[in-house]
Structures are given as C-alpha cells and as structure tokens.
C-alpha cells in the first residue's frame, strides 16, 4: 500500500499562492490515479483535484477550477498541488489520497468519488487568513 508524505501548507493572505506536494513510497505511483481532498473545520471532506494514471486527465471541482493546478511527475513519485488566488473559503486541512487503475484505464477520466482512493496521506494545513 503507497504511503504519503504531505508538504507545503502553511499561513498565506488571501491573494496569495501555495505549491502542495505529495510524495510517494511503498509502491509505484504511475499505476495509481491521484486525487486532492480537503476537509475544513465542521464540514464534511470534498474532493478537490484528481489527475488520471498517465496524467494527461485531470479535473476540478467548480470552487477551485481556474486557481489550482495538479500535476504529476512519475518518474519521481510526486503529484503537486498549485493554488493561485487563495481565498478564506481554501483554509482546510489537504489531502493526497491515491487509487490503483489497472492498465484499461490508464488514459481513463479520473473521479473524485472518495470510495475508488485506497490509500490516504495525513494531511497538511492550510490556512488563509489576512
């Protein structure tokens, strides 16, 4: 089972930018669709990002579509979260969270259905806050 090591959170003013990243072992990410969640203080998790096995998928939820960029790097076992035009509304804690897809599936539309990710990294924080 992959594990996580989550980085790149911290304190930001509202405008500003973070680069999240999340790096793998235990296994072999390009076998794995990757996805971004978060979860708030008091509400519920909700996806966030997810970026399909070859990479050459990605989708985003309406409130972040525009601002943030996920990406990918097999090769090193990362997939980066870039968060443009931070907003108050972002400040949650933020998860990496990965999916095994067989080779069918490898140029296949990722999902953020949080049941198809078996492997779940700690989180990082990210607040933003003038």
């Known amino acids: 089972q992959l594990q996580f090591v989550e980085s790149g959170g911290g304190l930001v003013e509202p405008g500003g930018s973070l680069r999240l990243s999340c790096e793998v072992s235990g296994g072999t990410l390009r076998y794995y669709a990757v996805g971004w969640f978060r979860q708030a203080p008091g509400k519920e998790r909700e996806g966030v990002s997810c970026?399909?096995?070859?990479?050459?998928?990605?989708k985003y939820e309406d409130y972040v579509k525009g601002r943030f960029t996920i990406l990918r790097d097999n090769d090193k076992g990362t997939v980066g979260l870039l968060m443009d035009s931070l907003q108050s509304e972002d400040t949650a804690t933020y998860y990496c969270a990965a999916g095994w897809r067989p080779e069918s599936q490898r140029h296949a539309p990722c999902d953020m259905e949080e049941g198809t990710y078996d492997s779940w990294g700690r989180g990082t924080q990210v607040t933003v806050s003038s």
């Open positions: 970026i399909s096995r070859s990479g050459l998928s990605t």
